[in-house]
Every structure is written in structure tokens, then in C-alpha cells.
């Protein structure tokens, strides 16, 4: 990751019927290698979370249509079961739709445009990151000059990073590029409960880039930023409205809160893939998934070397599990897009992305 060969999710070498993905349950004890033989694989892999992250599980809804092309299945059965599997995420439905658009047509060579679109997917994907991260690095350059070249703290929530996507990521992104450039950068964790995202992939692949990072637990953001710990938080975003309103893993939006009242810069950095330019009000329109309570009642680790599960709660503990909570447009500083830095708002958006805005 951060580099040219890192990929999350491609075509197994010299067998074409397999599509291959990183088991990302599995981080940061053991990187494991999964095979997707058939579209239900790649169900399975998007609604058990092996993929995370909206451009990833948009990606592997791609693969999976062009696995059910190869197999002579039903696509549309497939295309309905791929878009309920994961209802927040709007990257999940651009990409079905945009291969279904195929399907549609009667292309005569479906198995092979299908494998094409999805490698285009990805790669545009990559580049998009790449867009992000160029024109999020003068935020934190502006940040190292104002502080006289000394550590630029970025306090980052759940994983917006290379392996939610499919190199790069898009809230590290500019920490990538930053850390490329020799800026002194350094990473608050979240660990992003109950799910871990942070502390099992964001600080695993920090690491291995190399990038100076501290895991802390998720309520202890706002303490940081009383204490001018926290430069600058950058999230991701798993759906954004056309007015700036952003869906991200459950607890950011609390994080903005803290951030509003500390005087801290907020940024959301998205592809724009995952604007909704169909809605507009994100707390009534943007549907929240809510997921096995297990998820909340049980933690996940390793001991001498065997992956365990744990209960840590009563065994007659109501459990809820919400997966996303919406932060309002008025509470972001503004949105990191492969287009440019933008305000949250409307206006923002459709400077950037008119012809989506006019669509």
C-alpha cells in the first residue's frame, strides 16, 4: 500500500475465474489471501465485512456481477442480492448499476466487458485516491508551516484507508503523500468499536508505510483535542449527500462535535462515487445498517497464536448495533474530493461535479 503494487482485490494470476481479496478479519494477526469462486463468495465477503469500505465493496460487487457472468448465472438475481447486502454504502449500488447497464444492452461478449469494467473501476479508483491525497496534502502542509515544521497531528475514525479501497485510501491519502514528503506526520487511532477497524487495519497498514501513529480508544478524541493534541481530523464517508451531509461509521459524527467545539478543522475525504446526488437531507434519506448484536457482546483476538472470540456481556444483554450515524454539512469543514477541496454544502459540490449536480 502507498505504493504502486498494492492491491485489495484482483484477477488470480493464470485462472480467470477466481477473483482474489485480502481476508480482512483476519488483520493484523495473519494476512491471508481469499478466493471469490462465485458471486455468492463475493456476498458472503461483503456482508461478513473480508471487504470493508465503500470503494471496496463496490469493487467486489463489480468482480462478483463479472463472477456471475463467467458461471452462466442469473446476474440479475445476483445484482438484487449484492444490493442488499450492505444498505448504507452508495458505492455498493453506483457500481451494480453501472455493470448492470451491460447486461441491459444484450452485449454480446457480457463475460468480457464485465471483466473489463471491473478492472476500470478499479483503477479509477486508485487514481481517485491519488486526487485525494494531492489536494488534501496542502492541508496539512499549510498546518506544518503555521507550526514551524513540528508534528502535524491527525486524528483519523474507523479505516479510510488503502485497504477500504483499492490502493492509497482516501482519508489517508494525503497523510501518505505527506508522509512521502517528508512532513513530520502522526496519526491518532481510533479504535473504531465494536468492529476494531482502526486499531485491526488502519494502525496495520500505517505500519507497515511506516507512518508514526498512536491507537487510542474511541472516546478519548475529544479529551485529545481539549488538550490541542488533534491538528486536523479526516474522515471517510460511506455516503454523502448533494448537500454535504456525510454517513460514516457510527461515532464520527461525534468526533464533530468535539471537533466544532475545540475549534479543530473537520475534513470528510470521498471519492465521488459515494455522493448521493439523489438525496439531500441526510439524517431522514440515508438508511442506517444495523448489524448482528454479536458484533457489540463479543471481541475478537488472538492468544498463543488461535484466533478467539469472547463473550464479554450477560448472556441476556439487549444488544443494539448501529453501524453509521450521519454528521451534519454544517459540522464539516469541508470535503476532500479527486477534484478539489470543496465546502460542504450544495454550492460546494456542484462547483465541483456540475455535470453530476445538473444530471
Not at 468482480?63 to 458505492?91: C, F, H, K, Q
Not at 450477560?314 to 465546502?343: K, Q, W
Request: with cysteine; hydrophobic share 40%; charged share 20%.
Amino acid at each position: 500500500m502507498a505504493d504502486e503494487g498494492f492491491r485489495t482485490i484482483w484477477l488470480k494470476p493464470d485462472d480467470p475465474s477466481i477473483v482474489q481479496i485480502i481476508d480482512q478479519r483476519r488483520l493484523p494477526h495473519e494476512y491471508r489471501i481469499h478466493d471469490l469462486a462465485s458471486w455468492q463468495d463475493g456476498l458472503v465477503a461483503i456482508q461478513d465485512m473480508y471487504v470493508r469500505g465503500a470503494p471496496l465493496i463496490g469493487a467486489t460487487a463489480a468482480w462478483s456481477l463479472y463472477l456471475a457472468a463467467l458461471r452462466g448465472d442469473d446476474i440479475e438475481r445476483a445484482a438484487a442480492a449484492l444490493l442488499a447486502s450492505r444498505p448504507t454504502a452508495v458505492n455498493l449500488r453506483w457500481a451494480v448499476d453501472r455493470v448492470m447497464r451491460h447486461a441491459a444492452a444484450g452485449t454480446a461478449d457480457l463475460v468480457g466487458i464485465i471483466r473489463a469494467d471491473a478492472e476500470a473501476i478499479c483503477q479509477e479508483d486508485i487514481e481517485i485516491c491519488l486526487g485525494i491525497g494531492r489536494h488534501g496534502l496542502p492541508l496539512l502542509e499549510k498546518i506544518s508551516r503555521e507550526k514551524g515544521g513540528d508534528t502535524v497531528n491527525v486524528l483519523t475514525h474507523c479505516n479510510a484507508g488503502a485497504l477500504a479501497t483499492i490502493n492509497w485510501g482516501t482519508a489517508t491519502a494525503p497523510i501518505y503523500l505527506a508522509h512521502q514528503a517528508g512532513l513530520d506526520v502522526h496519526v491518532w487511532v481510533d479504535e473504531t468499536r465494536p468492529r476494531n477497524q482502526g486499531s485491526q487495519l488502519t494502525a496495520w497498514e500505517l505500519a507497515r508505510n511506516g507512518v508514526p501513529h498512536t491507537l487510542v480508544v474511541d472516546n478519548a478524541g475529544g479529551h485529545l483535542m481539549q488538550h490541542a493534541h488533534v491538528d486536523i481530523v479526516i474522515t471517510g464517508t460511506d455516503r454523502t449527500t448533494r448537500c454535504g451531509d456525510v454517513a460514516n461509521k457510527i461515532g464520527t459524527y461525534l468526533k464533530a462535535l468535539a471537533a466544532f467545539d475545540n475549534g479543530i478543522p473537520f475534513y470528510v475525504a470521498l471519492p465521488s462515487t459515494t455522493i448521493d446526488w439523489g438525496i439531500r437531507d441526510g439524517l431522514t434519506e440515508i438508511p442506517i445498517e444495523e448489524r448482528d448484536p454479536d458484533e457489540v457482546s463479543h471481541l475478537h483476538g488472538i492468544s498463543e497464536g488461535s484466533l478467539l472470540t469472547i463473550r464479554t456481556t450477560g448472556s441476556g444483554t439487549p444488544v443494539s448495533n448501529y453501524a453509521f450515524d450521519v454528521t451534519p454539512a454544517r459540522l464539516v469543514t469541508g470535503l476532500i474530493t479527486e477534484r478539489g477541496v470543496c465546502d460542504a454544502s450544495e454550492p460546494g459540490l456542484a462547483g465541483l461535479f456540475p455535470e453530476k449536480a445538473t444530471a
